[in-house]
């Protein structure tokens, strides 16, 4: 690893010292094109971060594509009822690698104040894996960027080799979710146990 | 070859004895409709709504809506907890116009209850929720422009007037877009006078806005090709399928609940009710072009005659609410429609039944008979004209 | 705008016995409503659409309601024949007892309709029908023929609820999924269990939760013995 002053020095002379990771996770975090899902209330946030006032698109978001084929991040913002989850997992199997996922707002997280709900799935992490996770009812825009930056600094930390690579280097990774059936009462399987596995209360 | 085989109550002079149903239009040769799922999933669904279309190359022949893709309990839930509860799960009803939803609700209760309001919180209620129209029906023609192919550029228009009337909302109520501001009784928060003259300001400079918009976008080629005769909704249909809010106006029917139920304090300002003539998604465009500069007048009237005062009778209860038994049906015209609160009380703190009356989802009744005959493209544009969100469609 | 027993009066004289009955409103909102006999719903509904100074032509809302059995104990006056011995001679009186007697009255599923007009604006008009029982008798007529805004919110009513309404012409699930068993806005109606793990339980949540916390505490005890 080189010096981050004399990389600045040699920076000056119009030198560039760098390592292969930063390069190209330099490369993959500055282009994280999102999807264009938007569920419900918090997609109106997602919005208007796109919009003119906090515009997302300096980031690296550029485009929302609409199709999951082209897309890298998978922003769930809103509510993620029993009847659209298998939906949403099958959408998320579409997405080639890399791909990411940022649960926004309280209902993405865990079923937010529709919890009681017998349509409600109690937070999106049941079924695909969560990267970053924004709390909130409806989460500023600023959150949302702030959480933006937070995944970009997350694929700037994914070493190439060895224990922490991403999942498309891995052979061994999963890179399909099942996708839950509707059942009669509820969904079967309730929640994917390798991706979520049950928390136990430490009192 | 398409050949319409019968029109029952759709272009006919007479009014027809059967209920009125969508025309049927054969399809020359049998077993070549193609069937597609539009959604739940799509950009240009407006959330996840689902139609189920077949097609007979580009027209459509048989068009059946799907909800429930967002259906989130809001009825139960607000039998299980108390009515002051319930107010802030009525923001995320009709998420971005989340203040007239507060105050249908609160209509509903004060109705049930036989509670006053204030004079200076009807004027404060009467200016946030045309606050509220503005930003939606902006947002609305933004969002049909997008649809249109637009690529976003009407709705960063739309969106940046938006933010203006957003950050007038925080500093009052405290958030952006679920503001959960009225009370059984009146509002939460009195409005400080640096407050009403910041929305004095924001009020004085939208007039420009919209003369930009309109000057931009209603003598549009393109906008008026594809929008002009598509998706034509007409009067008997349109009462007898209980649609209401600018479908029901731009079909040329004068209904304005503000005008006919004469609720708060709407009878004091002038300001007239745009209607269309032909009922189609022009004339939708448009009316809600005109009902902004209309809610500006009344905007402008409000705030210059708001009185001083308290914000919440004095005679209110909050801790122990617990109204007579009986029931009551109030409404409101929200940007959307007509948006009603059907409340039935046992004597409990909670309501025994909490019943909203969505007006996106009886606007949608309509869909089917709008897009018979019309292509796929035009589908969409329709689906936008009637301007619905899913979070008061499933509730 | 006539009052409720205005339309009562009109109802009777153009259907005579449609069997309306008036629901009076205690609440302040003086909203009272017209129980309608499910076998005259029909011809009462076209009437009132028809008519030319009502011109109900706009159905606003349909709701569900769902009123369960109640036990209801009742003290009922009872008279006994009853056997007393008075000065070693045996004699049998009546009397008079008071008795708690309790017995469930059967609850049902109740349709709400608000009518609107638009032409003469005026309104609201409520009208009120009732299922047999909560059971197995829960056909109504349907009311989309005439008003087609009702046709979804039958729908929902449906889904919701379980009201069977006959005459519909697309009488599905509109809300939850197709394979779906239950009628959730009942009162009866039980959350399925998903909750396996939460913080702040209370209630019948509590009791849930720590079923579940004492199933996975048995399940690492046998993972740990294994």
């Known amino acids: 690893m080189v010096d981050e002053k004399l990389k600045i020095e040699l920076g000056k002379q119009g030198i560039l010292a760098t390592t292969i990771q930063e390069l190209y996770n330099w490369g993959r975090r500055s282009s994280i094109w999102p999807m264009n899902f938007g569920l419900a209330c918090c997609a109106i946030e997602m919005i208007a971060t796109t919009m003119a006032r906090y515009d997302m698109a300096r980031f690296g978001a550029e485009v929302f594509r609409p199709s999951p084929r082209q897309a890298d991040l998978l922003i769930i913002s809103g509510t993620v009822t029993k009847k659209m989850a298998p939906q949403v997992v099958r959408l998320y199997n579409q997405m080639p690698e890399p791909r990411y996922v940022i649960a926004m707002g309280a209902c993405a997280i865990s079923g937010g104040p529709f919890k009681q709900g017998y349509n409600v799935l109690k937070g999106i992490d049941r079924y695909i894996p969560v990267d970053i996770h924004i709390p909130g009812c409806p989460p500023r825009p600023e959150a949302l960027l702030s959480a933006f930056i937070e995944l970009q600094k997350k694929i700037d930390a994914q070493p190439l080799t060895g224990e922490g690579r991403p999942r498309f280097l891995d052979a061994e990774a999963q890179g399909e979710f099942p996708v839950p059936e509707p059942g009669e009462h509820d969904l079967e399987p309730a929640s994917n146990k390798g991706v979520w596995p049950v928390p136990v209360v430490i009192r | ?395 | 705008m006539m009052t409720v027993e205005e339309i009562k009066t009109a109802i009777d004289a153009a259907i005579p016995d449609a069997g309306v009955v008036i629901v009076p409103n205690p609440s302040p909102s003086g909203q009272h409503s017209l129980r309608l006999d499910p076998r005259h719903a029909i011809k009462v509904a076209k009437f009132l659409r028809g008519d030319a100074e009502l011109a109900l032509d706009f159905l606003s809302n349909a709701t569900g309601v769902d009123w369960p059995d109640r036990e209801v104990a009742e003290k009922v006056k009872v008279t006994r024949p009853v056997t007393k011995t008075v000065d070693g001679v045996e004699q049998t009186a009546e009397e008079t007892v008071e008795e708690t007697r309790k017995r469930v009255e059967p609850g049902c599923l109740e349709v709400v309709y608000h009518l609107f007009s638009v032409e003469k604006k005026h309104g609201p008009v409520v009208l009120r029908m009732r299922t047999v029982n909560r059971t197995d008798q829960v056909e109504l007529p349907s009311l989309t023929p005439i008003w087609r805004s009702a046709e979804f919110q039958e729908r929902e009513i449906f889904d919701l609820f379980g009201v069977v309404f006959t005459g519909h012409p697309d009488l599905r699930r509109i809300l939850m999924w197709e394979g779906f068993k239950d009628h959730p806005m009942r009162r009866d109606y039980v959350d399925p269990d998903d909750f396996d793990y939460e913080p702040t339980a209370h209630d019948a949540v509590l009791v849930r939760a720590q079923e579940h916390r004492a199933a996975a505490a048995a399940e690492e005890g046998t993972g740990a013995a294994q």
Not at chain 2, 35 to 48: I, L, N
Not at chain 2, 271 to 289: I, N, S, T
Request: glycine letters at 10%; one cysteine or more; hydrophobic letters at 40%.
């Open chain 2, 1 to 395: 070859m398409i050949k319409i085989v019968s029109k029952l109550g759709f272009g006919r002079k007479k009014k027809p004895e059967g209920w009125n149903r969508p025309p049927v239009i054969e399809s020359g040769e049998e077993g070549e409709l193609l069937e597609v799922a539009m959604g739940p999933h799509h950009p240009s669904t407006h959330g996840v709504f689902r139609m189920d279309l077949a097609l007979d190359g580009e027209r459509v022949i048989r068009l059946k809506p799907e909800f429930g893709y967002l259906h989130r309990n809001h009825e139960k839930l607000g039998e299980g907890q108390s009515y002051l509860a319930s107010m802030p799960y009525t923001d995320r009803l009709d998420y971005i116009c989340s203040l007239t939803n507060n105050w249908a609700y609160a209509l509903a209760v004060e109705k049930l209850a036989g509670q006053e309001v204030p004079e200076r919180a009807e004027y404060l209620r009467v200016i946030l929720a045309e606050m509220t129209r503005i930003q939606n029906h902006a947002g609305s023609i933004g969002f049909l422009m997008q649809d249109m192919g637009c690529s976003g550029t009407p709705l960063m228009y739309a969106f940046r007037e938006r933010e203006k009337l957003l950050d007038l909302f925080e500093k009052l109520t405290g958030s952006r877009m679920m503001c959960n501001y009225m009370r059984f009784g009146g509002c939460r928060v009195d409005a400080t006078p640096e407050w009403l003259d910041e929305a004095r300001k924001v009020v004085a400079g939208l007039p420009e806005f919209v003369d930009e918009f309109e000057a931009l976008l209603r003598s549009n080629e393109i906008l008026m090709a594809r929008t002009q005769g598509v998706g034509i909704l007409k009067q008997d249909l349109a009462v007898n399928a209980g649609i209401t809010g600018p479908l029901l106006r731009a079909s040329g029917v004068n209904y304005d609940i503000r005008k006919v139920d004469h609720y708060g304090i709407y009878d004091r300002f002038d300001f007239k009710v745009p209607l269309g003539d032909h009922g189609d998604v022009y004339d939708r465009f448009m009316v809600r072009m005109l009902e902004i500069r209309e809610s500006l007048k009344i905007l402008e009237q409000a705030l210059k005659d708001i009185p001083a005062g308290p914000v919440m009778d004095s005679k209110a209860k909050i801790r122990g609410f617990r109204p007579k038994p009986g029931e009551a049906y109030g409404r409101i015209e929200s940007p959307k429609g007509e948006l009603g609160f059907y409340l039935i009380s046992d004597g409990g703190p909670n309501p025994y039944r909490y019943r909203v009356r969505p007006p996106s989802l009886i606007n949608l009744t309509v869909l089917e008979d709008m897009a018979l005959g019309q292509n796929v493209a035009d589908v969409v544009l329709i689906l936008g004209s009637v301007d619905i969100v899913l979070g008061e469609v499933d509730r």
